[in-house]
């Protein structure tokens, strides 16, 4: 029945939770409706993953905590699993607008989870007036991550309108035990501990010298130690999204096309992360601009980093957040793309260095009381709305398959991430590829941005300015300027080179 306790992360997406801050993440699917009609489907869904609950644990696995929260709470099994709980119906009232649908999505997402069951709640969702369906996941952080979200989401969905044969799941005898004794508990938590303390040590050397590793090696323009990291762990300018949140969320989504978001990277080199950075700065800037907002510095965003060794497919949290500049100050739209992906090389470069180290535990005796004490303590002390903020807004890209799925007959039309606000950072733009577009979605807190819509509308602005600017560039063999030896080696020359390669700076 006991599963094994959390990691140090896992926990840590617990410890952090609120009423005023849920820490589960989720999707929005758009569905064409199957050939065969809508009139059986939520019995049909629920029968599909009834028969494939066996393929990802979060289903049937729920919490234990520790007595007296002394460590980290375990997995056990859950074998009574209420599955008309677990996935709803629900019908938009008329006309069934995708406006209605976003506010939908955003009360449901405002409410926790049950935590004395499977952490997870399924809602299909009718009365759209263009006839389509939709579906609404939300699963605790605590479970997984982006990557092992995204298998989860391959698994319980199929490549053709008929669904797969997955195979039967294996027998399971019921137990005659809702939760874990005390002392057996206490035996796991202390055996736990013990084996942390012991995997630690291990790690620790390599943990050292990846950390020496990182400062001694250098950048692509010689930087080396702290210097490679200059003006990326500043502090950033203060918004009015940026502060203490409530639990009212407020969701926005818009797709673009895939690409046109490619090539337009092309033209200074950007990936599709690059141009998801730059796209979410031009939108911002425009937001940030109705409310007369004046910035004084760039933007910042929170962006996390896989800390997944390569062939790891565990399904739990190996991710760190790192901050990445969004130059938000360049004026010109190209320049400002090609300063966000250097700024962005930079961290992937630190990240790289962190591979494999997602893997590492911690001992956790003594952290759940403490931690969910600091959090609420900071939380109830309004302490966000008066400090500097460390990152504007939290950004995160997710590559998905680039061919159609379908769920239970229904093919998916768009897949729309729904994240996580937090106290300091009150908008989360989580983006999903799939299938030629990139879906991008706007979680906020409702309280501090109630116009999300706006800032996912001005996404399209900031993707057509880049796709002008791009046009009108030159291309990168005729951008190059002949070399003139004789004039680049006067001193004087350098620091107006330097200053034309940044950009027209904005100081509003």
């Not at 793309?337 to 930079?346: E, G, H, Q, T």
Request: hydrophobic share 40%.
């Amino acid at each position: 029945m006991h599963k094994g306790h959390l990691s140090a992360i896992d926990a840590g997406f617990l410890y952090l939770e609120t009423p005023e801050m849920p820490m589960h993440v989720g999707a929005l699917y758009l569905l064409k409706p199957p050939a065969h009609g809508t009139d059986n489907y939520v019995a049909e869904y629920k029968a599909m993953i009834e028969s494939r609950m066996h393929l990802a644990p979060l289903f049937t696995h729920k919490l234990a905590n520790m007595p007296f929260d002394l460590a980290n709470p375990v997995w056990i099994e859950d074998d009574d699993i209420d599955i008309d709980y677990h996935i709803r119906q629900v019908t938009l009232t008329k006309p069934g607008t995708m406006e209605q649908l976003e506010k939908l999505i955003g009360r449901l997402h405002s409410s926790l989870l049950d935590r004395s069951r499977p952490l997870w709640e399924f809602f299909i969702i009718d009365g759209l007036q263009n006839g389509d369906l939709a579906f609404y996941s939300k699963v605790h952080h605590a479970a997984l991550d982006g990557q092992a979200g995204m298998k989860l989401t391959l698994a319980l969905l199929d490549t053709t309108e008929t669904p797969r044969d997955v195979g039967a799941p294996p027998p399971r005898a019921r137990g005659g035990r809702y939760q874990l004794g005390i002392g057996e508990m206490l035996w796991s938590a202390t055996t736990n501990a013990l084996s942390q303390y012991a995997k630690l040590a291990g790690v620790a050397p390599r943990a050292l010298k990846s950390a020496v590793d990182t400062y001694r090696a250098k950048d692509a323009d010689g930087n080396w130690g702290l210097k490679k990291f200059k003006g990326a762990f500043g502090l950033a300018p203060k918004t009015h999204i940026n502060v203490t949140i409530t639990n009212q969320r407020a969701f926005a989504a818009q797709s673009l096309p895939i690409a046109e978001v490619k090539a337009v990277g092309k033209t200074v080199g950007a990936t599709v992360n690059d141009m998801v950075l730059a796209l979410a700065s031009g939108a911002l800037l425009r937001y940030f601009a109705d409310y007369g907002t004046k910035l004084g510095k760039s933007l910042i965003a929170a962006v996390p980093m896989s800390m997944r060794a390569e062939g790891d497919t565990s399904q739990n949290n190996q991710v760190s957040m790192l901050p990445v500049s969004l130059h938000s100050d360049i004026r010109d739209p190209l320049q400002r793309l090609a300063a966000i992906r250097k700024s962005s090389s930079r961290m992937k470069d630190l990240g790289s260095k962190m591979k494999g180290l997602g893997a590492l535990d911690f001992p956790s005796i003594g952290t759940p009381w403490l931690m969910t004490g600091l959090v609420s303590l900071f939380g109830r002390s309004n302490l966000a709305d008066s400090l500097p903020p460390i990152a504007n807004v939290a950004i995160s890209n997710v590559p998905g398959p680039n061919y159609p799925l379908y769920m239970t007959g229904a093919m998916l039309r768009a897949m729309y991430p729904v994240s996580i606000p937090t106290h300091g950072i009150g908008c989360n733009i989580t983006v999903q590829s799939y299938n030629g577009h990139l879906d991008f979605g706007i979680t906020a807190c409702r309280r501090a941005m109630p116009d999300a819509k706006k800032l996912a509308n001005y996404l399209k602005d900031a993707l057509e300015e880049l796709k002008e600017a791009a046009a009108k560039a030159p291309p990168p063999e005729a951008a190059k300027p002949a070399e003139k030896p004789a004039k680049a080696s006067k001193s004087a020359a350098r620091p107006r080179a330097a200053k034309a390669a940044a950009g027209e700076r904005l100081h509003s």
